[in-house]
């Protein structure tokens, strides 16, 4: 049983197009995230959600879209892909207010041609 | 603005030796700091974590340390193994949350048999 799943692992797609990519956690966290990993490496935090609840949103463009359908499952919509988003896009979770062990999913590589 | 750094890409070593992968961060707000590994086509997986009230944390064959002084932390891997073969991130939160953990770039090290 995979504790944090997401899926497609690989997305290939044209500029301009809307994509999703879904994560789901079977560990009963209550706090879910999005990191991106782009080309240099750094992983950043996008959003952050609590129990459904948005709680950090880092300046990233409205273009993304997460939406917490319940606390064990965080989806991203991507709209309008431009080149730049592409990247490798983990999703993770954790007990809230934990100090900071986060238990990523495999990633997903998006790729925008 | 990095705020966590690993200066060295890549580190080789050789089975049986002392692995020393080195962070600095710039923020002293931060007083909880992490490291990660990471396989290919894997997420990054908790390592070992220290408290800034602490200066050194050890589990196992991995032995974290603290200098808040120099802003630097570091991790010493004896003895390192094949299997230790990874990318080792760096993270650190502040007022020990996880939901804004900032991660270095990571170095990738190389255990040589």
């Known amino acids: 049983d995979t504790a944090v799943s997401q899926t497609p692992k690989y997305l290939v797609t044209q500029m301009g197009n809307d994509k999703s990519i879904k994560c789901e956690q079977n560990?009963?966290?209550?706090?879910m995230y999005w990191y991106k990993q782009d080309s240099k490496k750094f992983l950043k935090i996008m959003f952050s959600?609590?129990?459904?609840?948005?709680?950090i949103n880092e300046t990233v463009p409205n273009r993304f879209s997460p939406k917490s359908p319940d606390k064990a499952h965080l989806n991203l919509h991507i709209n309008s892909l431009e080149l730049g988003d592409s990247a490798v896009y983990f999703c993770?979770?954790?007990?809230?207010?934990?100090?900071?062990?986060?238990?990523f999913g495999e990633g997903s590589r998006l790729t925008v041609l | 603005d990095q705020q966590v750094k690993q200066n060295s890409p890549s580190l080789s070593v050789q089975e049986g030796r002392i692995s020393i992968l080195n962070c600095d961060y710039t923020?002293?707000?931060?007083?909880?700091f992490l490291w990660y590994k990471k396989y290919p086509a894997e997420g990054p997986t908790f390592l070992i974590s220290?408290?800034?009230?602490?200066d050194k944390n050890e589990d196992g064959r991995f032995t974290v340390f603290l200098n808040k002084s120099a802003k630097h932390l570091s991790l010493h891997i004896v003895p390192s193994q094949p299997g230790d073969s990874a990318v080792y991130f760096c993270?650190?939160?502040?007022?020990?949350?996880?939901?804004?953990?900032?991660f270095g770039k990571g170095t990738k090290l190389t255990v040589n048999p």
């Open positions: 993770a979770s954790s007990p809230y207010l934990n100090t900071g062990e986060l238990f």
């Open positions: 560990l009963g966290h209550d706090t």
């Open positions: 959600y609590n129990n459904k609840e948005l709680i």
């Open positions: 923020n002293s707000m931060f007083d909880y």
């Open positions: 220290i408290s800034s009230i602490k």
């Open positions: 993270a650190a939160s502040a007022q020990g949350g996880s939901e804004k953990l900032v």
